[in-house]
Structure formats: structure tokens, C-alpha cells
């Protein structure tokens, strides 16, 4: 199977990016290729979300590349968040403890209320 990525940059604060298929040895450098499009058009400090709701397999390979990508974020003072694994990636994540569980979302709702809560933080810091 093969790995198809999807993105949606509607601003500079926050990008989505769709994955549906496999995430492994045979597509990160697909995912690799098609980040280092994306990455760039979000502002240093933003949230990049990672949709994983079409995600059928991850292999080390994709956790790797997960990785690497989460530290360009943060490098720039940014963010990756995961949003929507299906329930075999979300225990790949748990097991090796590749992504930290604050991470990674269940669903929109639930990443809406985090985004939202962060952003009272920054606009009002003495709550």
C-alpha cells in the first residue's frame, strides 16, 4: 500500500496535513519530501497538526520521520500535534514512546479546547 499525503495551510499560525495508508520503510521519504514542502509555511511558533485518522500502519521508519519532524518544529518554536490515530498507531506511539500522549488528540474537538486554552495562556499569562 502506498502513503498518501494531504495538506491545508489556510494561515501561517497552523497547517494540516492528512496521511491515509502507511507510514513505514517504503513512504517516509515520500512523507520526508512532501514536509519539507509544508514546514515552511508555517510561521516560527506555529502548530503543525498531523491527521492520522486514515494512518492504517506506522513502522520505525515513521516514527523516525515523525521525529525529526517534531524537532524542525520545535526548533522554530513550534509544534506538531497528532490528531485522530487509529487505535494499532496510537499503541505504536505508547509502547515506544515515540510521541508524548499530550500530543496527540483524539479528535477535533479535543484539539480545539488544547489550541484554545494555549492561546488564553499567550494572550493572558496571568491566568
Do not use: C
Request: net charge negative; proline share 5%.
Amino acid at each position: 500500500m502506498t502513503l498518501i499525503v494531504r495538506s491545508e495551510s489556510p494561515g501561517h499560525e497552523r497547517s494540516t496535513v492528512w496521511l491515509e495508508g502507511r507510514l513505514d520503510a517504503a513512504t517516509y521519504v515520500e512523507f520526508d519530501e512532501a514536509m519539507r514542502d509544508v514546514t515552511p509555511l508555517v510561521d516560527s511558533g506555529g502548530t503543525l497538526v498531523i491527521d492520522l485518522s486514515a494512518l492504517e500502519y506506522i513502522s520505525s521508519a515513521g516514527l523516525r520521520s515523525l521525529a525529526l519532524l517534531r524537532k524542525q518544529m520545535r526548533d522554530r518554536d513550534g509544534r506538531t500535534l497528532l490528531l485522530n490515530p487509529q487505535p494499532q498507531v496510537r499503541k505504536v506511539f505508547d509502547i515506544v514512546k515515540a510521541v508524548p500522549l499530550a500530543e496527540v488528540f483524539a479528535n477535533v474537538a479535543e484539539l480545539d479546547a488544547y489550541l484554545d486554552h494555549m492561546q488564553r495562556q499567550i494572550s493572558s499569562p496571568d491566568r
